[in-house]
């Protein structure tokens, strides 16, 4: 009889090791209304956001950017335009951030601190501490709690940040579609699923059906982006060592093929990532805390290989994309890259979407795309730099297909429609009096779907110390 694999009787490795191998079924939001958003806080009509806007040749200051009564991206100009409501934000506006890696609902609990440096990451998922601290609250959290309560928080915790799109999302995503906070690049986007995933490579008979999909959507042109965990651990482990040998064995380096981590691997293995046209996304945060080493992003750079930022889960990762695009740029100096303060947007923003494979509607601000955006408070001269500065406190305002997703109390009050304001949830967020859009509901007459505070009420009542979004 075929040895059971551990995922198939644990709640949190079958939670942790879930990828997105097979194509989902469309929401059911998708097939009645032709798009896998709801309407919800948007303005109440056409609006034009002034301030300092990155275009992917510019920064245009003192510039105008129209969003229309349909939601999308109506024009991007110097001049006032004519016939529009004017909203002066005094920052920098620029596209919606995508996090290429994370494992998004397990982003509730504290970060763990190793108690040593690991060789890969089958050692630290094996160790009795790691139970402790993480394997064993996640079993409680799974079975005490409501179904996709981890995964609302998380997405909450993505988007006060200036995230609007995420990967790595587990099966619950694919049911959850229809209320998705922000967009999910490997579930249902944009009217299909380009994306697919997995977390560890097969190991006999387990994962290869899973595998075999992925590879026949990449040859039927159906998968733009493959996500797979690779090479993850010290350079000299054996183990990570071998695992990119292993992948090319089985024919899926291919230009499809996204390498999440990637600690192992040699120069001359991101060299022929890049000769194939495959692409690397780096959580550079995480390695460092369980494995004492990253990538060599610097060589990755340095050969023009596409790179993508993920700040992996809150565990050992960073408590958001922009606190690791630092722990990159800090890295990327050590390893001596310099890359410029532009260069570290666009990993964020237009470099991602290219390696999503939705970089003809994500990444870039530009007439005709929808209109996801973020507006940072304004505190540099340089406004690349001002980006890359920033901590999540700097967000004013999170647009995501035109809706008003997340911003400023004031701001919201003026640009909402008056009747979607009362059902916006109040929050003090560093300081700041915000309003965040949890009011809308995929099945009208349903329960209504929960805030953050009653999420927050229910795992610290499961889990007491569950990491804080504000903080």
Known sequence: MPK???ADTDPFEAAYTAGASEAAAPPAIAIAAGGELLVRAAPAEATALRGCILTPTQAI???YIVIGAGREIQAIQKSKPQGVRVHDTGGVILPGMIDLHGHPEFNVFAAWEPPKQFPNRYSWRGSELYKQLVREPQNTVLDKL??????????????????????????????????????????????????????????????????????????????????????EGRSD??????????????????????VIHGTALTKAQLSNLKDAGAKLVWSPQSNLRLYGETTRAGDALELGLLM?????????????????LKV??????????????????????????????????????????PADLVVLERRHENPWENVVEADPSWVELVMIDGDLAYGRDEW???LADPARVEGLEPLIAWGKRMLLDTSYQAEPGAQAPPKLAKLRDELINQYPQVGPIFA
């Open 4 to 6: 059971r694999h551990e």
């Open 328 to 369: 990159a740029r800090r890295e990327l100096a050590k390893q001596g890259a310099k890359p410029t303060a532009k260069k570290l947007v666009d990993i964020v923003t237009r470099d991602a979407a290219k390696i999503a494979g939705l970089d003809d509607k994500l990444g870039v601000l530009k007439e005709g795309r």
């Open 237 to 258: 482990n054996k183990r990570s060592q071998e695992e990119f040998g292993k992948l090319d064995e089985l024919n899926a380096v291919t230009d499809k093929t996204v």
């Open 61 to 63: 200051e003192r510039g």
């Open 146 to 231: 409501p179904p996709k309560t981890q995964l609302r928080y998380a997405e909450i915790r993505a988007l006060v940040g200036g995230v609007t799109a995420i990967q790595g999302t587990g099966d619950n995503a694919t049911a959850y579609q229809d209320e998705a906070l922000v967009r999910n690049v490997d579930k249902w986007i944009f009217g299909g699923q380009v994306g697919r995933s997995m977390i560890d490579l097969p190991s006999g008979d387990f994962g290869k059906p899973q595998l075999d999909s992925i590879l026949k959507g990449i040859e039927d042109k159906q998968v733009e982006a493959f996500y797979v965990h690779l090479a």
């Open 412 to 414: 919201l009050r003026q």
């Open 308 to 324: 993508g930022l993920g700040a992996d889960w809150l565990p050992s990762g960073s408590t958001s994309l922009l606190a690791e």
